[in-house]
């Protein structure tokens, strides 16, 4: 009840993230408010079923116990979860805009508009949940990456899940999905190696960005009214 209340409050605030949300809110279908719904709970019963004493005992072993060797590269793969998360579903909008190819603008719309909602869900559930960072609630541990908002769920693994599971769905490609969930995995892991997140922080993002990829490509191709599917193929 006192997470209900909190998200209540966030939302009727007179913040910028309270405006952007309840706008976003109003403009959601009913058919995806439902499916967006079924998915907060889902990630918030991620956080809640997973034991605290199990989440802090795995992440000092993967953080005190790594191999320090893998720490710069590691640092280079989690730094680059937002830029291309970004950045690279819009370069696919300007090649398909240049080129003038419908198909491909459609892919990148889809895309696009899977990392928005990620974003304002992963936003919105930092702010419900106030998780305190692991490095600042238990000092040993040794922390080797940014990490200034809330801890639950980690932005960096859902923004890396939600562009793997969209270009997957975009472009459903062995090469493809091989290379950008191998990516996502080692993002998800670097949040924990490098101290800045406990594991259901990264257990709840992965199922946070590939749900919202799938819930947002799911509704921008099923059929019209007029019985035809919606084709971005």
């Known amino acids: 009840m006192s997470l209900y209340k909190s998200a209540i409050r966030d939302l009727q605030s007179d913040t910028a993230f309270g405006f952007i949300a309840r706008r976003f809110l109003f403009t959601l279908q009913p058919c995806m408010k439902r499916r967006l719904s079924l998915l907060l709970c889902l990630v918030l019963a991620t956080a809640v079923s997973l034991a605290q004493n199990p989440d802090i005992d795995l992440l000092r072993r993967l953080n005190l116990h790594r191999n320090r060797s893998l720490d710069s590269v590691l ?40 990392a928005i909602v990620s974003l304002l869900l992963s936003t919105f559930i930092k702010t419900l949940v106030h998780r305190t960072r692991p490095f600042i609630t238990y000092p040993d541990l040794e922390k080797l990456s940014t990490g200034g908002s809330g801890s639950f769920p980690s932005g960096h693994t859902a923004d890396a899940f939600t562009l793997a599971t969209s270009l997957t769905l975009a ?23 490098l101290g800045v997140h406990y594991p259901s922080d990264v257990a709840a993002s992965l199922v946070l960005g590939t749900a919202c990829s799938w819930v947002v490509y799911t509704i921008r191709t099923r059929p019209h009214r007029s019985g035809l599917p919606r084709k971005i193929a």
């Open 171 to 193: 472009f459903p490609r062995w090469w493809v999905a091989g290379p950008a969930f191998a990516w996502a995995l080692t993002v998800g892991y670097s949040r924990m190696h």
């Open 75 to 114: 640092i280079a793969i989690t730094e680059s979860a937002a830029p291309l998360a970004y950045s690279l579903p819009l370069l696919l909008l300007l090649v398909a805009l240049w080129k003038r190819r419908a198909a491909l603008r459609e892919k990148a719309m889809t895309i696009i508009l899977s």
